[in-house]
Structures are given as C-alpha cells and as structure tokens.
Nanobody, 115 residues
Framework: QVQLVESGGGVVQAGGSLRLSCAAS????????MGWYYQTPGKQRELVAT???????NYRDSVKGRFTISRDNAKNTVYLQMNSLKPEDTAVYYC?????????WGQGTQVTVSS
C-alpha cells in the first residue's frame, strides 16, 4: 500500500505563488501517473495536472502557463509549482498516484488565494 504525504498549501494573495509537494512511500513500485486534483465545496474533484513516469504532462486549460507539475522519481515525489495564483484557484488540492489502475489519494491540502 502507498502512503502519500502532502505539504505546501496555505494562504497567498492573488498573483502570488505556492509550491505543493507530495511524497510517496510504502509499496511504491511501479508508479505510472502522478497528479494533482482540486475540489471546492459542493463540486466534484477535478484534474489540475498529471505527469507520467517518462515525463509527459497534462494540464487543465485554466492553469496552463501558470502551473508546472514535476516529479522526482528518485524521491517518489511530485510537485506542483503554482504561479500567478487567482482567487478561483482556491480549493483543497489532492495528490494522486496511479499504479496501473490502483489509485491512492493524498489527504488534501488547502490553498486559499485572497483578492
């Protein structure tokens, strides 16, 4: 079983930056896709960005050019660098690890962007 520990959330003013981290431990091999999703009250969890083991990335349109996902396979960690943050980015951000269809979610970290 994989355990995920997220960090890096917080409160920031619009235009600011935050960096989220998610470290995986436990039965971590193999990890195919790592990613970040967000969720606001009353809404479903939505994809923010994903990254494959070989480096291919995918982003939701609203964050392209502002957010960058990366991973360190040696540390089994995925990062989300968030720049030019907007109030509409406010949400709980969840890390996801996909091991060939076996999904593990992180506990979530709150990101609040004030206007």
């Amino acid at each position: 079983q994989v355990q995920l520990v997220e960090s890096g959330g917080g409160v920031v003013q619009a235009g600011g930056s935050l960096r989220l981290s998610c470290a995986a431990s436990g039965s971590i091999f193999p990890i195919n896709t790592m990613g970040w999703y967000y969720q606001t009250p009353g809404k479903q969890r939505e994809l923010v960005a994903t990254i494959e083991s070989y480096g291919s990335t995918n982003y939701r349109d609203s964050v392209k050019g502002r957010f960058t996902i990366s991973r360190d396979n040696a540390k089994n960690t995925v990062y989300l660098q968030m720049n030019s943050l907007k109030p509409e980015d406010t949400a709980v951000y969840y890390c996801l690890v996909d091991q060939g269809g076996r999904l593990t979610w992180g506990q979530g970290t709150q990101v609040t962007v004030s206007s």
